[in-house]
């Protein structure tokens, strides 16, 4: 019995992706109950744009390295289901496409500004990007988070309210990425 509850436990992903100079784009993906508690982690390895596709993707080679190459890999790697998928980079939005469950950005509040002590001045992140939305992402209300989804996916701000509602979900949604960040710094020996 305790291990079927234990495969239905309602948990959250939190995916982040850093740059390395001149490693490439790591990724990770850290799943946690609704207590916070680590159930999986998974980090890819890096992943660098040729110069061809610099030049054919244009400006949508982040969205496709971040959102389809290096989030698709890891939730493919997904043994517990998630209600959600949390990400601090705009780019991992065109993930949504790709999976079956919300993607929703976390943008960092300005108290979770990260500082140069917490993240390797090697590394680089994106997190601090949407200040203002765009039109392609729309805002909304999630809790006492001001969060966005793609604009593509509209629908995902009620299912996630809902899901917020019935779960009562009171995590940090910040914190999980400094952990992440952290871990895939220890995983690829930056620092070492």
């Not at 019995?1 to 995916?15: A, I």
């Not at 916070?36 to 949508?60: D, W």
């Not at 469950?101 to 500004?113: E, H, I, Q, T």
């Amino acid at each position: 019995m305790s291990n079927r509850n234990e495969k239905t436990v309602p948990t959250l992903g939190f995916l982040t992706v850093v740059e390395h100079t001149p490693g490439g784009l790591f990724g990770g993906l850290l799943v946690l109950n609704l207590a916070g508690r680590p159930l999986e982690f998974h980090c890819t390895a890096p992943v660098k744009a040729n110069r061809a596709q610099e030049i054919l993707y244009g400006p949508t080679l982040k969205p496709y390295l971040y959102g389809e190459q290096i989030g698709g890999a890891l939730i493919a790697k997904l043994k517990s289901p998630t209600l959600a998928i949390c990400t601090d980079s705009e780019h991992v939005l065109s993930l949504r496409d790709h999976a079956d469950v919300p993607v929703v950005l976390v943008p960092p509040s300005s108290s979770d500004a990260l500082t140069a002590s917490e993240v390797s001045s090697s590394y680089q992140t994106d997190a601090t990007q949407v200040a203002v939305a765009p039109p392609h992402i729309r805002s909304f209300q999630l809790g006492s988070y001001e969060v966005a989804v793609s604009s593509q996916h509209e629908a995902d701000c009620q299912l996630l309210a809902d899901i917020w509602q019935q779960r009562s979900v009171e995590l940090d949604l910040n914190e999980p990425f400094t952990r992440i960040r952290e871990a895939i710094e220890e995983a690829h020996g930056v620092g070492k």
